[in-house]
């Protein structure tokens, strides 16, 4: 009679780099471009950017492309790398990860099934969405297609109800990022109540973070419309910006949206019209020195040639 096969007793079947040490850090480009779909709904279609010599087009997986909330798993890699760097470790693209330690980092102490539905379902677009841009990492450009993840493998377990659930992943980033954060040197860190905003205030925090971490800096809204990488109108995005402004949830800094009037333009019958033109101002919020928060004065408005 043949003997029965036993299974193996098998460990780990990765060796994790989690749980996670270092600070929460995110590299610059992917902070500073629209590289990511602001909805929860797949966005199905193609997302082209231009703006001075910068070229980015983004074409969609089955699943539509890799969203603001998917970003999540990219930081925590990404962060994973830069501390294992500031450890003096080998330099690597592969990081081997506990899902518990991203749930822990990203703010969800308890995941729920559809949480590591979502994860799975994020791992999915990250790896088939696929990225064309002349941004250069690392003094190198890519031409062609990459994506954010060349490798993605999970570790799962059957549990006694017969459920499988997710333990650890292992993941590759692309040379164009891997690059980045290797060899650009240019890691920023990020407020831990990042993981509580809506995406535009995700992307007004990076671009903040990006544009002023000591000082002001202003944009018209028409470039930061492009910059967040929204599909709204202007009109609704300004109303949306002043919910953001008075709310004041932005971590570490602040927004103000100001009107500036403008008697340059003329109507049909060569009449000069004043017409508002929006901008919006980045400045850092400071502490007072028992810790609470305070903002610094709202400059006036600007009437430009009154």
């Known amino acids: 009679m043949a003997k029965a096969l036993q299974a193996p007793v098998q460990g780990r079947l990765f060796e994790l780099d989690s749980p996670m040490t270092g600070k929460v850090q995110g590299e610059r480009s992917i902070m500073d471009f629209p590289l990511f779909a ?68 990203t703010g969800v102490p308890r995941p729920s099934k559809r949480d590591y539905d979502r994860f799975t379902e994020a791992l999915a677009r990250l790896q088939g969405t696929q990225i064309q841009t002349n941004i250069e990492t690392g003094n190198k450009g890519t031409r062609g297609f990459f994506s954010w993840f060349s490798e993605a493998q999970a570790e799962t377990r059957r549990m006694p109800d017969g459920s499988v659930q997710m333990e650890a992943v292992k993941v590759q980033i ?75 949830r932005l971590p570490e800094y602040e927004i103000v949206v100001q009107e500036e009037i403008s008697e340059t333009e003329l109507d049909a019958r060569g009449r000069r019209i004043r017409k508002p033109k929006t901008k919006v101002l980045f400045r850092p919020k400071t502490r007072k020195p028992d810790g609470t928060r305070t903002t610094l004065p709202v400059p006036p408005k600007v009437l430009v040639g009154s």
């Open 38 to 105: 602001l909805s929860k709904k797949a966005q199905m279609d193609e997302i082209r950017y231009e703006l001075g010599d910068v070229t980015i087009q983004i074409k969609p997986s089955a699943m539509g492309i890799a969203t603001m909330w998917d970003k999540e798993i990219l930081i925590y890699v990404s962060s994973a790398i830069a501390s294992r760097m500031c450890d003096k470790a080998p330099a690597s693209r592969e990081v081997k990860f506990n899902t518990h330690d991203f749930f822990r980092v």
């Open 174 to 248: 692309c040379d164009w990022l891997a690059r980045a954060i290797t060899q650009d040197n240019r890691m920023y860190n990020y407020h831990h109540d990042y993981f509580r905003l809506g995406s535009i205030e995700r992307r007004l925090y990076e671009l903040a973070h990006c544009y002023c971490q000591d000082d002001e800096y202003e944009m018209s809204i028409e470039f930061l419309s492009t910059k967040i990488g929204s599909q709204a109108s202007l009109a609704k995005l300004r109303q949306h910006l002043k919910r953001i402004e008075a709310n004041g």
